[in-house]
């Protein structure tokens, strides 16, 4: 029920200081070979939980880009013997038993799961330490080994049945770190059943099976006018993907209680999809448009006869000065490129999801929120540089 | 209800504002103004109990806000409360008379930050300069002869992407026949009697570079820029006996189990923030091939005993070094991306090759007839 007291999420995500933010925190992660990095996802994090405003009130990241740094230098330290000696020593089994590349991926990619969910966990937990609403600070209980066996086996098991089991694999996952989620000294529990994300799971659920079924019926020799129906069902498929992840965030979070506190969301599929759309297109076209302006620029500015037919070849076989620069102009062109699509995608993708999420987020409870009382604070410094080291949340 | 008062002078303050004192999640709206002696400090009143003071000099804005209209404050000596003003005259105020308000907070734990820093490239010097490396030698020799064949496949795939034009197809395979059939001749000329655990894998490349390198599992690359650059077909003979020395040792397969190392190492390290770029200086640094001094000179010596067993001169290689030298000056200070010219010690091989061919006599059948050597040098146009 909506009631008066509900409190109502703003949102001030706004794209021109955004499109700043990313610009001028990318070209300075270039500049310093990467290593800024950890200063502009907390940046990045600091305006985004600034735009969403539960009660007119911001969230507060107040992590820091140095910690990061740390956690991530330690990751260096344990993972580097990962990644290099188990690398090789797959690659070298993989060519002489396998004769081939693949199953090295394979095996390197499969060994790689477990720690991706603990980094995901301890990420989230880091997350949620550095989180604050109300001068409150948010938390996550430790778990993230717990985690990662559950979710290995929940995945599988939703792998194995061709994907039924997914929102089984959803909820639970979903329940485990709920109920360790914390505002201050309110716990959050996660009610609900499983079963009942059934109900936008059709939609992926039912064209998934009949596409699976027309091509195991083509495979085996049936008419093969019936894969005519995939440009009806594989479609349906991906908007069924789309409607499953908005709708059981919706479904899920609206039946997350904390002692009297409740929440309502309704995030709509239709909004996200054109989002995607409409975002997606404009980063894109943007970033097309800005390489032929700069495509012209180096164009008039080398005039035809030092362009190079490969690059690297000529950039170490002529030392000249109009080499050089040639060399510098397209370097800087390769990464103004990527910082380009970066800031566009922030803009035009990543700001209206989340502003999408939060203006239809309202929470209710006021009475039991201002009885809240403040939480330890949760030192564990190193979890987000780790989860950084594995590649996980490249956006924010 | 509010009022901020900038012109007057002292400045007045006077006005209501949200403030958290880090303990309750309860809002609690307060008055704030300028402490009443000084204004060095500001007074806030909350509704019930005594009035606190604030210093000036303390305040800390919170940085990349979004929400515009309202400024949340810190206090440099205390993490937790927060205080947040709407009233636009007030922010004005405050951002105008405290130059502190933007301050950054120290960076705390800078040891500890160096210490892992030291760690973290100790660590990875290691394991990419140590570690790797002896691993990689022991597991070249354990490998069997298919798994290098097909390592030497999937490398020189890679080769070809990430040499061809950025975003382009690959590197072109020349095959023109009749130069294809120079090529073999040549090469069963140079591997007559030699028993190698695989059959020999030859390419062309087309591209300038005045190049070939070997890759594991018996391949053997030109770039057409190499027959270009040759005076005779004896010095490509040469290079060809030299590459065949790294193939028989196996170091091209210690290079391509090193790189499979190092490639996620390095991925880690840098983030791989230039998407692939990472997988490209790789990829160029297995075509440069810089193998140690000794593997050099043991694959040179190979190929002057090959070059004679075939009736040929290992002179001919210092025959296209001197030509190297003579189109490049600057070719040994590294000008030139060219495994061989690059080599520091290039003015000793010259000698070593020409020491090897003292006593041979010069009227020896060459490697190809003209016709052969035509062809092999427009493999690429036929």
Avoid at chain 1, 52 to 61: A, K, Q, V
Avoid at chain 1, 188 to 198: A, E, F, I, K, V
Avoid at chain 2, 67 to 86: E, F, Q
């Amino acid at each position: 029920m909506i009631s008066l007291s509900d409190l109502d999420t703003e949102y001030a995500g706004r794209k021109a200081p955004l499109f700043r933010l990313v610009l001028g925190a990318s070209v300075l992660t270039v500049l310093t070979l990467g290593f800024y990095r950890f200063w502009m996802k907390t940046r990045l994090r600091r305006y985004y939980w600034s735009a969403i405003r539960p009660g007119g009130l911001s969230l507060e990241y107040v992590g820091r880009g140095s910690e990061k740094l740390l956690g991530f230098l330690i990751a260096v330290v344990f993972l580097a013997f990962y990644i290099g000696i188990v690398n090789l020593i797959l690659v070298f089994f993989s060519f002489s038993v396998l004769d081939g590349p693949g199953a090295a991926y394979a095996m390197s990619f499969v060994g790689i799961i477990p720690l991706v969910f603990f980094a995901r966990y301890r990420a989230r937990r880091y997350i949620l330490a550095r989180t604050r609403w109300r001068g409150i600070r948010m938390g996550l209980e430790p778990g993230a080994w717990g985690y990662s066996w559950r979710a290995m086996m929940h995945w599988t098991l939703a792998i194995l049945t061709l994907g039924v089991l997914w929102p089984r694999a959803t909820f639970w996952l979903e329940k485990y770190r709920t109920d360790r989620t914390w505002f201050g000294d309110l716990r959050l529990t996660q009610g609900g059943r499983w079963t009942m994300l059934y109900r936008p799971f059709r939609h992926f659920l039912v064209p998934w099976i009949v596409s699976l079924a027309v091509v195991a019926a083509a495979l085996a020799g049936g008419d093969l006018r019936l894969l005519l129906l995939l440009v009806l069902t594989v479609p349906w498929t991906i908007f069924g993907i789309f409607h499953y992840l908005v709708q059981s965030f919706r479904i899920l979070a609206e039946a997350k209680t904390a002692d009297g506190v409740e929440f309502k969301a309704a995030p709509r599929t239709g909004r996200i999809i054109g989002i995607y759309a409409l975002g997606l297109t404009l980063a894109y076209s943007s970033t097309t448009a800005l390489v032929a302006v700069a495509g012209v620029l180096l164009f008039a500015l080398f005039n035809l006869s030092g362009l190079p037919h490969d690059l690297l070849t000529e950039m170490f076989s002529r030392v000249t000065v109009a080499g050089w620069l040639m060399a510098a102009a397209s370097i800087v062109a390769y990464f103004a490129i990527f910082i380009a699509y970066g800031a566009f995608y922030q803009i035009f993708v990543t700001m209206p999801v989340i502003g999408h999420y939060a203006e239809t987020l309202t929470i209710g409870g006021r009475a039991r929120l201002n009885k809240v009382r403040q939480r330890r604070r949760d030192e564990f410094a190193e979890a987000d540089g780790f989860a950084e080291a594995l590649d996980l949340g490249a956006a924010i | 209800m509010s009022r901020a008062d900038s012109q007057d002078n002292p400045p007045t303050l006077s006005i209501f504002a949200d403030y958290f004192d880090g303990v309750s999640a309860r809002v609690q709206r307060v008055a704030v103004s300028l402490a009443g002696d000084q204004t060095a400090a500001l007074e806030i009143g909350p509704p019930e109990g005594e009035a606190f003071e604030w210093p000036l000099d303390r305040l800390r804005a919170l940085p990349d806000q979004a929400h515009k209209s309202s400024l949340t404050l810190g206090r440099s000596d205390d993490p937790l409360a927060r205080l947040v003003i709407t009233d636009p005259a007030a922010i004005a105020m405050l951002r105008r008379r405290c130059s502190t308000l933007s301050a950054r907070a120290p960076v705390t734990g800078l040891g500890r930050l160096i210490g892992w820093g030291a760690g973290a490239v100790a660590s990875v010097a290691l394991i990419i300069g140590v570690l790797i490396p002896l691993m990689a030698n022991q597991l070249a020799q354990l490998l069997p002869p298919e798994g290098e064949k097909a390592l030497g496949d999937a490398t020189f795939e890679q080769v070809r992407q990430a040499l061809g034009q950025q975003g382009a197809a690959a590197l072109r395979v020349c095959d023109g026949p009749k130069g294809a059939a120079a090529l073999k001749l040549m090469q069963a000329r140079l591997t007559d009697g030699l028993d190698l655990p695989y059959p020999l894998t030859v390419r062309v490349l087309q591209g300038e570079p005045v190049n070939a390198f070997a890759l594991p599992g018996g391949y053997i690359v030109f770039f057409d820029g190499l027959f270009a650059a040759a005076n005779s077909p004896d010095e490509v003979a040469a290079v060809m006996a030299h590459e065949l020395g790294h193939v028989v040792a196996r170091d091209p397969t210690r290079i391509a189990l090193r790189s499979a190392g190092s490639i996620g190492v390095l991925g880690l390290l840098f983030g791989d923030f230039a998407g692939g770029g990472i997988a490209l200086l790789l990829a160029e640094r297995l075509v440069q091939a810089n193998y140690t001094q000794a593997a050099e000179a043991a694959a040179d010596r190979f190929a002057y005993d090959r070059l004679r067993g075939a009736g040929l001169r290992p002179d001919a290689l210092a025959a296209l070094f001197k030509t190297l030298k003579a189109q490049n000056p600057g070719a040994e200070a590294g000008g030139i991306v060219s495994h061989f010219s690059s080599h520091p010690a290039l003015g000793d091989r010259i000698a070593a090759a020409e020491a090897a061919s003292a006593g041979l006599s010069a009227a020896r059948q060459p490697a190809l007839t003209k016709a052969q050597w035509r062809a092999l040098k427009g493999i690429c146009r036929e």
